[in-house]
């Protein structure tokens, strides 16, 4: 298998991944998943499209990620590896939708507008 790659995006992170074979190893921006995640709940996010199709120690999956927190971070990554699934195997399309793992949140923050402190709220009104 060459290597495949792929994008995901959540909010304002974007990850860019390169999937080759190999025993299950993560690395994220030249460091380990567990040291770049250090939380076991985004750990688990980041593997649910591999532990669905049972690939965990299938592929070695090399992450460049930028912008966005944590979260959204984690998220955009669960989207590519689940692209990658995608153009490895194209029947694993249909597992990894009903999850939910195929679809881009398309939520973004709103912009603040002019005069208000935030993108809809108003300073308090004051009678006198």
């Known amino acids: 298998m060459e290597q495949i790659n792929a994008l995901g995006r959540r909010k304002s992170a974007v990850a860019r991944i390169f999937v080759t074979e190999g025993s299950g190893k993560i690395t994220i921006n030249k460091r380990d998943l567990t040291e770049y995640f250090p939380s076991s709940i985004l750990q ?3 593997k649910q499209p591999l532990a669905l199709l ?5 592929y070695d999956i090399k992450v460049n990620l930028q912008g966005g927190g944590f ?3 984690s998220q955009a990554l669960r989207l590519a590896i689940a692209r990658a699934l995608v153009k490895i195997n194209a029947d694993d399309k249909k597992a990894l939708r009903a999850e939910g793992f195929m679809t881009r ?3 973004e923050v709103e912009r603040k507008k002019p005069g208000r402190p935030k993108a809809r709220r108003r300073f308090q009104f004051s009678k006198r």
Do not use: C, L, S
């Open 54 to 58: 049972e690939a965990t120690e299938k």
């Open 71 to 73: 979260t959204g971070q």
């Open 44 to 46: 688990f996010v980041v």
């Open 105 to 107: 949140d398309p939520r």
